[in-house]
């Protein structure tokens, strides 16, 4: 059975003291930082697993797409 991937637009911006920040417009609350951007990536993929696997199990959080 063939695996569905998902796409969601993250937006990456850098605070003022230095560290990557990423956001999720897709998924409310689904953000993350770091302070490099090899870091940022793998953080922000496990915070999207970690909010679609809550909105799966928790009505309050539902995606409604």
């Known amino acids: ?3 569905k ?5 993250i937006i990456i911006e850098q605070d ?3 560290y990557f ?3 999720v ?4 609350g689904c953000h993350t930082q770091a302070k490099t951007l090899g ?3 793998e953080r922000i993929r496990e ?9 799966k199990t928790n009505p309050k ?5």
């Open 1 to 3: 059975m063939a695996k």
């Open 5 to 9: 991937i998902n796409q969601y637009k």
């Open 16 to 18: 003022e003291d230095g």
């Open 21 to 23: 920040v990423a956001s």
């Open 25 to 28: 417009p897709a998924l409310p």
């Open 39 to 41: 870091d940022l990536k």
């Open 47 to 55: 915070a999207i697993l970690l909010c679609l696997e809550v909105a």
């Open 61 to 65: 959080y539902s995606l409604n797409y």
